[in-house]
């Protein structure tokens, strides 16, 4: 990724928080406190949030790149946070660990479909509200089968979802790359994957790069 | 499974509901409403619940199973439904679908290990919560790729939980037995496997049989 020599800002929106880049410094902001309307500089921007829409529709220095990704899809209603990551992708399974887990393949630059399931956290405060006892594990996972209730639970997240894109990635022949906050936990488990914690942000920029 | 000629009565308290039998009828009771104290009949039961055990140990007539279980295992405080659902088993994967799904391996009589995974309500209700314009799709879900997001939702909760299920499957070279109210959803992906939704009634027939 080339460095730019040029001031630029760019803006992912979540359903919890956005996520600020300004020239390669990354700022995660609680959507309570992100206020687009008092930021002066020019941002490029994607949201999968609806809320702000009527905002930034009156906001000049605010760009939505939200039809800029060059990505072929019959998926009906891909979110713009996945279309943007598999932006001139030729191949690869794409890997989103956040709040929400997206998983996208992509073949011949042909987007083929994908998953969302949800993210560790939101699993785990499910667990939290149902069986108030059960406490996940914090030490990370590995291959063997588990011998505790904590590790059930904290396996029982991670093996299904690494059984699962094993199989894609068997089935169609092509390279993991994973995203996203909680991301590296897959490091143990797929060695050769790619990791790319920015990737939004790189192909925002490959955007901002062609079209601005 | 053989037809008992006196009556049998079996309770199987969860934490939401309590699961009655009543000489092979089958009831669920909402913890609101179920009131051991107000029964009568001598009750065989297990509990997962702890806040109701104060009240059984007060009652003559409700025995419980707990400690009645051959399962051989080292795994650390395995939940009771667990336990019940590997007795007497030789070999097998047992994959109990209620609110929440547990998936334990038993080779050559002991048990190896096995998961925790949050129900597919559970999961629908944390999407719910977390991203409200999100709908599950209510077909089921088949092999192929899904190309929407209702598709991808479904299939998100419903693929990785499969290809576990397959893994472990072909590595311990066992058989699948499936129970638990929502399991008949996977008749689909394990056309072989076997299908018993009182499971845990039945081994507590076994066990009172035995003992009692």
Redesign the interface.
């Known amino acids: 990724m080339k460095k730019y020599s040029t001031s630029l800002f760019l803006a992912d929106i979540g ?1 919890t928080n956005a996520k600020l880049w300004r020239n390669g410094k990354v700022e995660t902001v609680s959507l309570r406190n992100f206020k687009p309307e008092n930021i002066k500089q020019t941002f490029y921007f994607i949201s999968v949030n ?1 809320s702000y829409q009527s905002r930034f529709e009156k906001l000049k220095n605010w760009i939505n790149l939200e039809n800029f990704s060059n990505s072929q899809t ?4 891909l979110g713009v946070d996945r279309k943007i990551a598999i932006h001139d992708l030729e191949n690869g399974i794409i890997v989103d660990m956040g ?5 996208d ?1 992509v073949k011949s630059q042909k987007h ?7 993210g560790k956290e ?2 785990m ?3 939290k509200d ?2 108030p ?2 406490n996940f594990g914090n030490s990370l996972c590995d291959e ?6 904590e590790d ?2 904290t ?3 991670y ?3 690494v ?2 894109i ?2 894609l990635e068997s089935r169609y022949k092509v390279e993991v790359i994973f995203t996203g906050g909680d991301s590296t936990d897959m490091k143990n488990f797929f060695p050769k994957a790619i990791f790319n914690k920015n990737l939004l942000f790189h192909n925002m920029i490959k955007i901002v790069e062609t079209n601005f």
């Open positions: 359903h609806k019959t998926y009906e209603t709040s929400a887990i997206t998983i393949i083929l479909g994908g998953y969302i399931l949800l939101s699993l405060l499910s667990f149902k069986i006892h059960l063997v089968l588990p011998n505790k209730t059930a639970l396996c029982g997240f093996h299904p979802l059984s699962l094993r199989e």
